[in-house]
């Protein structure tokens, strides 16, 4: 998912809202041993029918459920499972009996030519022959070790269906979380416009008695009519949002549930090391380049082992009334048994060719596996440290908000005092936003850190789903 969509949301107005928000809320991915996530998230709640099976909304499993049925990776990963599981049955067939039949029948005339000594006369007569062969390989090193290759493949490809389920998982989470986030925001800055106007209503009345002048009012329009314009900006990023996860889900009407004031999510990792070493052990892209490696290792023995000679068992049995070129003959059944044997002796060069591509075909799934083995440790180490830094947020947006608020009960009793400015109340104002929109989007934040380390560690992500589904929504 692009940052670009949902940072516009936010880099409306610096007094208003955190520039970085989204971006930290969208990349963090961390983990930690217990997450207690206290949230307080307006969503949308009601209409039922055919967006959600509960008349409360459409809730995050829910929302998976549709998108596993309606994302076009999952169902490339899964027919390409289909494929290497059909070509492994291919390779295992060329190593069974194969048994086939043939038949020719015929009318067959044969004219000669005369000589010295006289004319044959011609001869016009039908022929039949047909017969059965079985021939089943004996040795055939090539053969097999191409049926090994391609069941490493069908096991890659299974992990590749994991990878889709994970990514498709992450990606439903986000955007539903995304979604209920800039909803937030809108709220947030509608809020700062009513207490805005409430603010604008008393310079008002202060500056028909002379207590305020003019430029404080002027002051406050001004920022009321920009909030004004903001807010007219964000429900378009919000109708953005939507359409990001109706095209996910492929539903357009959606009624979301309502996120839980308490969200508790548990997680038995202690530290970033044990993070990476799960990683490694049953991240699915780890397997999937382990599985690759096999497969490219395998490709290697299977052209060494196209320099061994083939040898095949064949039994014949035919039944004919016709011989070498169709030649009339008595009917005859023959039957044979025989040991067939191939071996190559020159092939232009092309055995070695062969080799030496499926060498460097091992050599880069060497380094792919490297590659992911350090992006696999480098991704759950980072989950780990970003969730513990995200609890540590939270605490500190909490205590931003609260002090916030009272900064902004502070501010107006000073302006009817007084000792401050209409523009201080509009600064608390702002503040006040910002430090509720980094609440939300801290806690959120840590949500979605708790499995983003879930994944990365192998953990199953039809299990996750109705887990956090359930933290989530309270059920």
């Not at 047909?130 to 090994?148: D, H, K, M, P, T």
């Not at 792919?368 to 969730?387: D, I, K, P």
Request: charged share 25%; hydrophobic share 40%; proline share 3%.
């Amino acid at each position: 998912m692009k940052l670009s969509d949902c940072e516009k949301v936010f880099k409306l107005s610096n007094r208003v809202f955190n520039q970085q928000a989204v971006k930290k809320f969208l990349g963090g991915a961390s983990m930690g041993v217990f997450i207690s996530i206290s949230a307080h998230v307006g969503a949308d709640q009601g209409a039922s029918g055919a967006l959600a099976p509960s008349a409360n909304g459409l809730s995050v499993l829910t929302a998976y459920q549709l998108a596993r049925d309606n994302d076009p990776q999952l169902a490339i990963a899964k027919f390409r499972f289909d494929g290497a599981a059909a070509q492994k049955d291919v390779s295992r067939g060329k190593m069974l009996p194969q048994v086939s039949i043939y038949g020719d029948w015929s009318e067959n005339t044969v004219r000669y030519e005369s000589t010295a000594l006289g004319q044959l006369p011609d001869q016009d007569y039908p022929g039949e022959r047909y017969g059965l062969q079985l021939r089943s390989s004996i040795f055939n090193v090539r053969a097999y070790r191409e049926y090994e290759r391609r069941s490493a493949l069908l096991s890659q490809s299974e992990q590749e269906v994991a990878i889709a389920e994970a990514e498709l998982l992450s990606r439903v989470v986000r955007t539903y979380l995304t979604f209920v986030l800039v909803k937030e925001s809108v709220n947030h800055v509608e809020s700062e416009l009513s207490a805005l106007d409430r603010q604008l209503e008393e310079a008002n009345a202060l500056y028909k008695r002379s207590l305020l002048p003019v430029t404080q009012v002027l002051e406050t329009q001004t920022r009321a009519d920009t909030l004004r314009a903001d807010l007219v900006s964000v429900r378009g990023q919000a109708a953005i949002a939507r359409e990001r996860l109706a095209q996910l889900i492929g539903i357009k009407d959606l009624s979301l549930r309502s996120i839980a004031d308490s969200i508790t999510l548990l997680n038995e990792v202690s530290d970033a090391d044990q993070a990476a070493a799960l990683a490694v052990e049953f991240d699915p892209g780890f397997a999937a380049a382990r599985e690759g490696l096999s497969a490219a290792r395998k490709g290697v023995e299977r052209e060494k082992g196209s320099w061994w000679p083939e040898v095949d068992f064949v039994y014949n049995s035919q039944y004919s009334d016709v011989g070498f070129d169709n030649l009339t003959s008595p009917p005859r059944s023959t039957e044979s048994y025989s040991i067939s044997m191939r071996y190559p002796l020159f092939e232009g060069g092309a055995g070695s060719a062969r080799l030496r591509g499926a060498w460097a075909e091992f050599y880069s799934a060497q380094q792919e596996l490297e590659a992911v083995r350090r992006e696999a440790g480098g991704r759950a180490r980072a989950a780990w440290l970003n969730l513990e830094t995200s609890t540590e947020r939270v605490e500190a947006a909490r205590q931003a908000a609260l002090t916030a608020e009272t900064s902004v009960d502070a501010s107006r009793k000073a302006v009817r005092a007084g000792t401050a400015r209409v523009t201080d109340v509009m600064l608390a104002l702002a503040q006040n936003t910002r430090a509720q929109r980094d609440l939300s989007e801290a806690r959120f934040q840590r949500a979605m850190a708790w499995l983003e380390l879930e994944l990365a560690t192998g953990s199953d992500p039809l299990v996750l789903a109705p887990k956090l589904s359930k933290a989530l929504h309270g059920l």
